[in-house]
């Protein structure tokens, strides 16, 4: 019965930690859209950039005490920007929350992979490749190391289409035979 007790007891203390990640995560976001600045905006309606701009520029001020949630939200910002096209603002964000998920995680943890695929992902969209490539060929290492089928497929996938965007097809298709392979057996 202890065992059961002290096994509840680090349950829900974890589940308020998720839901206090979650509620801060859910302020911050909601913050964005709540603190327009007319004067900023010049009259108009700011801009989804102008947006998430103000946002990035508050990340390390406002969750300097939860640098968990701040890498999160660097990555997540990082991704949009990188959605807009807008890579000059993503790469920063990238970086960011790669250097605090490798402080935080270590180098082998999911999520600090998450923040290094992102970073690449990133480099590799703005034919950046001589910096995308070992980034990559990294990212590839560790999740071999990881042994995770799933995310090792998705790196596959994604390290395969570089190297095809790149013109090196035959170790593309390596790649990308491998990714089939392992994300069917995933």
């Not at 007319?38 to 701009?53: K, M, N």
Request: avoid cysteine.
């Amino acid at each position: 019965m202890l065992v059961a007790l002290v096994v509840s007891l680090a349950q829900t203390a974890a589940a308020r930690h998720q839901g206090a990640r979650a509620a801060a995560a859910q302020a911050y976001l909601t913050s964005l859209f709540e603190r327009i600045d007319p004067a900023r905006s010049a009259g108009s309606a700011p801009t989804v950039r102008d947006l998430l701009e103000r946002g990035s520029e508050r990340l390390d001020r406002e969750l300097a005490e939860q640098p968990e949630l701040r890498a999160e939200m660097q990555a997540l910002l990082a991704q949009v920007f990188d959605q807009l096209s807008l890579h000059d603002q993503a790469d920063p964000l990238w970086r960011r929350a790669l250097e605090t998920r490798q402080a935080l995680f270590g180098p082998g943890d999911a999520r600090t992979a998450k923040a290094l695929k992102g970073l690449a992902t990133s480099l590799a969209r703005q034919a950046r490749y001589a910096e995308a490539e070992p980034l990559f060929q990294e990212l590839l290492e560790r999740e071999q190391a990881r042994g995770n089928a799933r995310d090792l497929g998705s790196v596959l996938l994604n390290y395969g289409l570089f190297k095809s965007v790149t013109g090196d097809y035959a170790v593309a298709e390596t790649l990308l035979e491998r990714a089939v392979a392992t994300l069917e057996s995933a």
